[in-house]
């Protein structure tokens, strides 16, 4: 997806604009909608069609937040996605994602616990390396593809928290990207996007199943050993459960976090501001964050009203379906002066890419420090980067992503080694 709108906001159509509409997000121009609609019509109505039921889009912050925060009138229980606009979620109340406090309280805690302790700086150095030799074949000044490269990178973190074995990484991330984005050509079957998605399903629900029955039987202090062992309500989870939360924190980790430094270089090699960032260590923190913010690589999250209220100056009624969309709350002027400028010194940056309230993703701090280590190793090893060729966005409603992206290097000379050494 495009993160600079590439039409004036008053020339959008908003009768006509289909933010459900997987293309719209390849080809199209979803800043200029979302742009459109902050200024317009910022909880617009989106009437049923014959595939699909009527729903609410909103896209102004303060509006977002609120929606976020306020599980009582706005439950992700029946489903957090458009592609089950709807439809059922088979996993509801089993899958964190799609679960109401209190009982997804008592869920998150052991996961929280595990995945923001000091525990995971253990894995630092493991990213690094990971991050070392990913970046190596750039060294040598030919045409490099970054998004191919840092695609499978968060999936390191999430097989060595989950104790999977590292044969397995690449085709867990490829089959997660299987399962989010199947109307992108990179990903979709010649069965078509349908079969694409449930085979994703699937094959990965089979994985799972295969590696928590090993696991039962010789447990461990991996993330997959805490799932099969924790309580919730005095309960353990049934195995259906352990499937899915399996899979969210696979999505969770996969498919959003790669998009983060790809959406930031492409932006740097644009507007020229790389060396700016780069050769400034102080705003590393400032310009992942900022980077965060940008990116916005989940561009939604839906939501059920559970009784009659108001989002903005609309009236909602009970059962209607309700979108928020991250990266038009995120590119909203009025808490983030000039949003569409890539600003690494941007303070405050109350950024929403994490979400906001009970369901703040539980991941964050292995997210932000996978991308602090890349982006450390980026600027210790390169001066900048050319685009070599088209980028490619992904073909999705969900994920702001990019599937091809080739630059050119220029390398640094590393202290203490020769040029384009390793």
């Given at each position: 997806?495009r993160?600079?709108?590439?039409?004036?906001?008053?020339?959008?159509?908003?009768?006509?604009?289909?933010?459900?509409?997987?293309?719209?997000?390849?080809?199209?121009d979803?800043?200029?909608?979302?742009?459109?609609?902050?200024?317009?019509d910022?909880?617009?109505?989106?009437p049923?069609?014959?595939?699909?039921?009527?729903?609410?889009?909103?896209?102004?912050?303060?509006?977002?937040?609120?929606?976020?925060?306020?599980?009582?009138?706005?439950?992700?229980?029946?489903?957090?996605?458009?592609?089950?606009?709807?439809?059922?979620?088979p996993?509801s109340?089993?899958?964190?994602?799609?679960?109401?406090?209190p009982?997804?309280?008592?869920?998150?805690?052991?996961?929280?616990?595990?995945?923001?302790?000091?525990?995971?700086?253990?894995?630092?150095?493991?990213?690094?390396?990971?991050?070392?030799?990913?970046?190596?074949?750039?060294?040598?000044?030919?045409?490099?593809?970054?998004?191919a490269?840092?695609?499978?990178?968060?999936?390191?973190?999430?097989?060595?928290?989950?104790?999977?074995?590292?044969?397995?990484w690449?085709?867990?991330?490829?089959?997660?990207?299987?399962a989010?984005?199947?109307?992108?050509?990179?990903?979709?079957?010649?069965?078509?996007?349908?079969?694409?998605?449930?085979?994703?399903?699937r094959?990965?629900?089979?994985?799972?199943?295969?590696?928590?029955?090993?696991?039962?039987?010789?447990?461990?202090?991996?993330?997959?050993?805490?799932?099969?062992?924790?309580?919730?309500?005095?309960?353990?989870?049934?195995?259906?459960?352990v499937?899915?939360?399996?899979?969210?924190?696979?999505?969770?980790?996969?498919?959003?976090?790669?998009?983060?430094?790809?959406a930031?270089?492409?932006?740097?090699?644009?507007?020229?501001?790389?060396?700016?960032?780069?050769?400034r260590?102080?705003?590393?923190?400032?310009?992942?964050?900022?980077?965060?913010?940008?990116?916005?690589?989940?561009?939604?999250?839906?939501?059920?009203?559970?009784?009659?209220?108001?989002?903005?100056?609309r009236?909602?009624?009970?059962?209607?379906?309700?979108?928020?969309?991250?990266?038009?709350?995120?590119?909203?002027?009025?808490?983030?002066?000039?949003?569409?400028?890539?600003?690494?010194?941007?303070?405050?940056?109350?950024?929403?890419?994490?979400?906001?309230?009970?369901?703040?993703?539980?991941?964050?701090?292995?997210?932000r420090?996978?991308?602090?280590?890349?982006?450390?190793?980026?600027?210790?090893?390169?001066?900048?980067?050319?685009?070599?060729?088209?980028?490619?966005?992904?073909?999705?409603?969900?994920?702001a992503?990019?599937?091809?992206?080739?630059?050119?290097?220029?390398?640094?000379?590393?202290?203490?080694?020769?040029?384009?050494?390793?």
């Amino acid at each position: 997806m495009r993160h600079i709108p590439r039409s004036d906001p008053d020339s959008v159509d908003l009768d006509a604009a289909d933010l459900a509409d997987p293309a719209t997000f390849r080809d199209g121009d979803p800043h200029a909608i979302w742009w459109a609609m902050r200024e317009r019509d910022p909880v617009h109505w989106h009437p049923p069609t014959p595939d699909r039921i009527g729903f609410w889009s909103v896209t102004r912050y303060p509006d977002v937040e609120a929606v976020l925060r306020d599980h009582r009138a706005f439950t992700s229980e029946g489903g957090t996605l458009l592609t089950l606009l709807g439809q059922p979620d088979p996993a509801s109340r089993q899958q964190l994602s799609a679960t109401d406090p209190p009982r997804h309280t008592r869920m998150r805690a052991p996961l929280q616990r595990l995945l923001t302790g000091r525990d995971t700086q253990q894995h630092a150095g493991l990213i690094r390396e990971r991050v070392i030799r990913m970046l190596a074949p750039a060294a040598g000044g030919e045409p490099f593809d970054f998004a191919a490269a840092v695609h499978s990178l968060p999936v390191v973190t999430f097989g060595t928290l989950m104790g999977l074995p590292e044969d397995d990484w690449s085709w867990l991330a490829h089959t997660a990207e299987m399962a989010v984005a199947p109307d992108d050509p990179v990903y979709r079957l010649p069965e078509g996007r349908v079969e694409t998605a449930r085979r994703a399903h699937r094959e990965l629900f089979a994985y799972f199943q295969d590696a928590a029955t090993r696991r039962a039987r010789a447990p461990g202090d991996d993330l997959l050993s805490l799932l099969l062992t924790m309580e919730v309500d005095g309960e353990p989870l049934d195995r259906g459960a352990v499937l899915a939360n399996c899979y969210l924190l696979l999505i969770g980790s996969t498919v959003t976090v790669p998009e983060v430094p790809k959406a930031a270089l492409a932006e740097l090699i644009r507007n020229g501001g790389y060396a700016d960032w780069a050769d400034r260590p102080e705003l590393l923190h400032s310009g992942v964050e900022e980077a965060l913010r940008w990116a916005s690589p989940a561009n939604h999250v839906l939501r059920y009203a559970t009784r009659d209220g108001v989002v903005g100056d609309r009236r909602i009624a009970a059962g209607e379906a309700v979108v928020v969309w991250y990266g038009s709350a995120n590119r909203d002027a009025a808490v983030f002066p000039d949003p569409f400028r890539f600003d690494v010194r941007r303070q405050p940056n109350r950024h929403l890419t994490f979400g906001s309230g009970p369901h703040y993703c539980v991941g964050f701090a292995v997210a932000r420090l996978t991308l602090h280590i890349l982006f450390e190793e980026l600027f210790r090893r390169f001066a900048g980067f050319e685009l070599a060729g088209e980028t490619a966005h992904v073909t999705s409603n969900f994920i702001a992503g990019i599937t091809r992206m080739p630059v050119v290097a220029r390398p640094r000379t590393l202290a203490g080694t020769a040029a384009g050494s390793w």
